[in-house]
């Protein structure tokens, strides 16, 4: 079946890159899927990062400007992220996703079990 | 962005009782409207697409329905591993948004 797997670092220091992988199994990233990145800060609730497809067309939230980077590596069918100038509010369990298309519906139908990363100096 | 709302956000209910949870966008969405299931320390997981539409392996006590800003999940007979906390989403858009949240507690 289809598996994902949130790794990183689980303390970043303020003004540092938060940098976490997911690792895709049971599923090719060259499919006809989004994959995504959502998180949820302590006892609060689930907020999107972003979105990348495998062409590598990328679709962020607005309200992290342009601190989100995605990527792919298909040799290792995984993708990243990479969110710079971090501050305690990116403290968060963040999960990666894989997202149905906009034609099926959009939804985000497998989740990793999510990674803690804090920040704190 | 398109706000979505959820109501309530606590809800104490017994096994066995029916429960219904609101979900309103602030704009229309058609049916891209979808519900997860959390539990604590849990991933959520994805129950309901396109509005209506009950996932593989989901209980057939979860059903919703809706189309445009008013959307809803119901819960027919509520059973005990169905204590959790439930979020709507909205797929229309950018940015995908999530409603706050309705926890569903033990009465």
């Known amino acids: 079946q289809v598996q994902l797997q949130e790794s990183g670092p689980g303390l970043v220091k303020p003004s540092e890159t938060l940098s976490l992988t997911c690792v895709v199994s049971g599923c090719s990233i060259n499919s006809a899927y989004y994959w995504g990145w959502i998180r949820q800060p302590p006892g609060k609730g689930l907020e999107w990062i972003g979105s990348?497809?495998?062409?590598?067309?990328?679709y962020h939230n607005p309200s992290l400007k342009s601190r989100v980077t995605m990527s792919l590596d298909t040799s290792k069918n995984q993708f990243s992220l990479k969110l710079s100038s971090v501050t305690a509010a990116d403290t968060a369990v963040y999960y990666c996703a894989r997202r149905r298309s906009w034609n099926d519906g959009g939804a985000f139908d497998i989740w990793g079990q999510g990674t803690v990363v804090t920040v704190s100096s | 962005d398109i706000q979505m709302t959820q109501s309530p956000s606590y809800l104490s209910a017994s096994v066995g009782d029916r429960v219904t949870i609101t979900c309103r966008a602030s704009q229309t969405i058609s049916n891209y409207l979808n519900w997860y299931q959390q539990k604590p320390g849990k991933a959520p997981k994805l129950l309901i697409s396109?509005?209506?539409s009950l996932q593989s392996g989901v209980p057939s006590r979860f059903s919703g329905s809706g189309s445009g800003t008013d959307f809803t999940l119901t819960i027919s007979s509520l059973q005990p591993e169905d204590f959790a906390t439930y979020y709507c989403?909205?797929?229309?858009?950018?940015?995908?948004?999530f409603g706050q949240g309705t926890k569903v507690e033990v009465k």
């Open positions: 989403q909205q797929s229309y858009n950018t940015p995908r948004t």
């Open positions: 990348i497809y495998h062409s590598g067309s990328t």
């Open positions: 396109a509005a209506s």
